[in-house]
């Protein structure tokens, strides 16, 4: 979950957090028994083995439109398994057709070309997105996996992109669909800005005088190539992958960050939106707070929109863990680590109850757990991890109302990024 991924964590270090009093012995021992009794347990030796593939295949939902696969960190190497093992368990179903990425548009549609047609290199076409938690050998193993599930099934499985967070792969895809020498020039001339303002565009930090430059030459460019977007389907969804980026990062509230945070959110529901096809079913993959049914701490989230929108035909997935280490740019060290750590919390927080199960892995229908939890007080805090390193994991959240599924790791490790010293 990447909104400016420097200014979330100073964000996050300045948000005071209410911590609801502890729970008591007896209340902590009846919530503990609710949670074995209902929980089903997965082998945690083999995660996305075949044993755990047919009890999914059994537990996830089969009625749906989009079912959203999140993840406590952008940085845990057993989250990829977890997701790689769900998709797994869809798969039979030729209903799936598609994949959604918290990832820039554009920049993704490299991935079909790769899986599909065998051109472009994986890990150049994953460092084009900007996102270095995709960068690692698990996501690499997730695509290619994805790849033969479609050619097992004779039926490929297509890769989205659903955010708005990069300028280059979009103008690149206009230059590139030809035209007249003004705009091609006009075009090359914004790339070459783009990178002079590299930081800035990562960081989501342009400033009012730069903006301004760029979006009036940008509307230039955007005007005189309206006609060809008309007949031309790469040039009609690269303008409006651009414009949505050029939205995001308007000046005037490109530094309010509740205000970028539901602009940005509202756009990725927007165009996983209009991904959906009759008949067909979909993935889609981001941080637990972008796909959560409720409003995250920040803002309206991604699947407050579709929940809103589809009712029950949007289902969600949190993944969560209460040990371990993670993976993500650590400011001492200087450097990304896969040595961030990772820990259960008090008795306030879901992910210490979590950890007292004899399961080390499980998966658990939030609607029945609700039902048998009534009359016993249940945890008011849970983890979230977002880019970076913040100094506190835990907000206030109530995990079954904000996901339909949980799917528990007890303990997990950092991924494996291309980046680790």
């Known amino acids: 979950m990447k909104l400016s991924c420097l200014r979330f964590v100073l964000i996050f270090s300045f948000l005071c957090v209410s911590c609801a009093p502890g729970l008591v012995n007896g209340q902590d021992n009846r919530l503990v028994n609710q949670l074995k009794s209902h929980v089903v347990a997965l082998d945690s030796l083999d995660l996305a083995g075949e044993s755990n593939v047919r009890i999914m295949s059994k537990a996830l939902p089969r009625e749906f439109q989009i079912l959203g696969i999140g993840e406590q960190s952008h940085g845990t190497s057993e989250f990829f398994t977890a997701r790689l093992l769900l998709i797994k368990a869809l798969a039979a179903d030729p209903a799936l057709t598609k994949i959604g990425l918290e ?11 790769y899986l599909l ?8 076409i994953l460092r084009s997105f900007r996102l270095y938690g995709y960068e690692c050998a698990e996501f690499v193993d997730l695509i290619e996996s994805v790849g033969k599930m479609g050619k097992a099934r004779g039926k490929a499985i297509r890769f989205f992109g659903f955010d708005m967070q990069s300028p280059f792969q979009s103008l690149q895809n206009l230059r590139d669909s030809g035209g007249a020498s003004d705009i091609s020039d006009s075009l090359k001339s914004l790339l070459h800005y783009y990178e002079l303002l590299s930081n800035e565009v990562y960081n989501h930090s342009i400033s009012a005088t730069d903006f301004a430059e760029l979006k009036t030459l940008s509307d230039q460019v955007l005007t005189k190539l309206a006609e060809k977007a008309r007949t031309h389907e790469l040039v009609r969804k690269s303008i409006h992958n651009y414009r949505q980026f050029l ?10 960050m509740d205000i970028q945070s539901e602009i940005r959110d509202s756009l990725m529901a927007e165009n996983v939106l209009a991904e959906i096809e009759p008949g067909k079913k979909m993935v889609i993959l981001a941080h637990n707070a972008h796909l959560q049914r409720t409003p995250n701490i920040f803002s309206k989230s991604i699947g407050s929109y579709l929940a809103r929108k589809l009712g029950g035909a949007y289902q969600c997935v949190g993944l969560t863990t209460a040990y371990g280490f993670y993976t993500t740019f650590n400011p001492k060290a200087g450097h990304i680590t896969d040595q961030n750590k990772v820990f259960a919390g008090d008795s306030t927080t879901w992910e210490y109850h979590f950890s007292k199960l004899p399961q080390p892995v499980f998966f658990m229908n939030t609607a029945v757990l609700k039902q048998q939890l009534k009359g016993i007080r249940w945890p008011g805090r849970y983890r979230l991890l977002v880019y970076g390193l913040p100094d506190n994991q835990f907000f206030d959240g109530s995990l079954p109302d904000d996901f339909d599924y949980i799917l528990h790791i007890r303990q997990t490790s950092g991924n494996h990024s291309f980046y680790l010293k």
């Open 103 to 113: 990832a820039p548009m554009a920049e993704v549609e490299q991935l079909n070309d």
């Open 117 to 124: 047609k065998g051109r472009g290199d994986l890990e150049a």
């Open 247 to 256: 939205l995001l990062n308007d000046s005037g509230h490109a530094h309010t």
